[in-house]
């Protein structure tokens, strides 16, 4: 007879260890909520891993969905707020991200102001999430840039890496070439500034000493409108 009361009281423990179990927040839902708030950001060819929670984190249980703060990405590793309102709670999910592609990096040394030829380059796939400065995705992107700063053999080629050629040289003589209402006007002056095709530079004529601006269009040539 003694044995119904105990077993009515193990029940009643059980009972309460579940109720109390069903109050404690998922740490499941919390990582699913952060990686879904970084996902929403990224290319479909990323792939993004919630980070291990403190495992002694019990948040009571949120009644509605958590919500999390629009991340901030930079590089491979971020930090998500994911927020409670009832009952209040905040919580930063660690976050991992990578993504694979192909990217140009330079198979020869190379030194400032060289060019990169095709033979300076290959394609190899890298996490562009830990690439903090960007890449250049195609050979065709990168071939014939001029290389701002020495490049070692190996390393990823980023934009601020490598320019469009310089086409005129500060100090260079430059034919200038003025066109307008069917007619064209050329001249020689000096280069006040080092351009690239499509950039804007200024020129000293050297007949009249004027200064005026004018356009790259060709190696040692600036182009004005008349």
Known sequence: ?????????????????????????????????????????????ARVSGGVLDPRLRLPACTETPLADPPTLRGAQTSVTVR???????????VRISDLRLVVVLAQAVAPGERLDPARLRLEMRDVAALPFGYVASLEEAAGLQARRALPSGAVLTPGDARPPQLVKRGQTVTLIGRGAGIEVRAEGTALAAGARGERVRVRNSASKRIIEGVVSADGVVEIAL
């Open 1 to 45: 007879m003694r044995a119904l009361p105990l077993t009515l009281t193990a029940l009643a423990l059980l009972a309460t260890d579940a109720v109390r179990a069903d109050r404690i927040e998922d740490p499941a839902r919390i990582q699913s909520v952060a990686i879904a708030a970084v996902a929403a950001q990224m290319p479909a060819s």
């Open 84 to 94: 409670c309102t009832r009952p209040p709670w905040t919580v930063y999910v660690p």
